[in-house]
């Protein structure tokens, strides 16, 4: 089973940019491949990810032309680079790969370990 594990938050201030990496132990091929985000006491919801092909990409409208999602194969690692910060993008941040293969609908996903917090101060 594929095991998951986020960095890259922090605590950055409002018009900030950081940049979350997930790193992925074990086959990802076949699998969409994305990143949730949970604020406190919300629903976790999803914000960006690849298709299962990883050649398409798709973005919550709230982080439309300010997240980026990104991958690098040969290191088993997936980025969001996320500029423009918002508080209202302070959330838990779980990178997030799809359990059915071959499926982009997200139906399923499966999370890595404790997700990264990120804060964005006004």
């Known amino acids: 089973q594929v095991q998951l594990v986020e960095s890259g938050g922090g605590l950055v201030q409002a018009g900030g940019s950081l940049r979350l990496s997930c790193v992925a132990s074990?086959?990802?091929?076949?699998?969409?491949m994305g990143w949730f985000r949970q604020p406190l006491g919300k629903e976790r919801e999803f914000v960006a990810g690849?298709?299962?092909?990883?050649?398409?990409?798709s973005y919550a409208d709230s982080v439309k032309g300010r997240f980026t999602i990104s991958r690098d194969n040969a290191k088993y690692t997936m980025y969001l680079q996320m500029n423009s910060l918002r508080p209202e993008d302070t959330a838990v941040y779980y990178c997030?790969?799809?359990?059915?293969?071959?499926?982009?609908?997200?139906?399923?996903?499966?999370?890595g370990g404790q997700g990264t917090q990120v804060t964005v101060s006004s």
């Open positions: 690849f298709d299962w092909s990883g050649k398409s990409t």
């Open positions: 074990g086959r990802t091929s076949m699998y969409a």
């Open positions: 997030a790969i799809n359990s059915v293969p071959y499926d982009n609908s997200w139906r399923n996903p499966r999370f």
